[in-house]
Nanobody, 128 residues
Framework: QVQLVESGGGLVQAGGSLRLSCAVS????????TAWFRQAPGKEREDREF???????????AYADSVKGRFTVSGDNAKNTIHLQMNNLRPEDTAVYYC??????????????????WGQGTPVTVSS
């Protein structure tokens, strides 16, 4: 089993930046990839939106079109931590951001149900 703990969320003005972190513990040797998803206010868990993913095997990285060029995902293998640097934030980026882990290759890394373990989320609010 894997535990994930997100941090770094907060309130920021449009155009500002935040850096989210996800500390991963437990059976990290079983992780194939981790990803960031977000759940906007009023949306259900099954409607979580893919943001970015980073493979722990092979280091493949993928981004949602809506965040390309603004967000950067990175991993610190020594600390079992992944980060999401978010720049030029927009009001539509407001959501609770979740870190998820999956334990196998997937052709659909952008689908939330492909991930087995989740953190509790960290809220991000972008004011206009």
């Amino acid at each position: 089993q894997v535990q994930l703990v997100e941090s770094g969320g907060g309130l920021v003005q449009a155009g500002g930046s935040l850096r989210l972190s996800c500390a991963v513990s437990g059976r990290t040797d079983t992780i194939y990839a981790t990803a960031w998803f977000r759940q906007a206010p009023g949306k259900e868990r099954e409607d979580r939106e893919f943001v970015a993913s980073i493979a722990w095997i092979g280091s493949n990285i993928a981004y949602a079109d809506s965040v390309k060029g603004r967000f950067t995902v990175s991993g610190d293998n020594a600390k079992n931590t992944i980060h999401l640097q978010m720049n030029n934030l927009r009001p539509e980026d407001t959501a609770v951001y979740y870190c998820g882990a999956r334990h196998y290759h997937s052709d659909y890394p952008q689908l939330a149900y492909e991930y087995d373990d989740w953190g509790q989320g960290t809220p991000v609010t972008v004011s206009s």
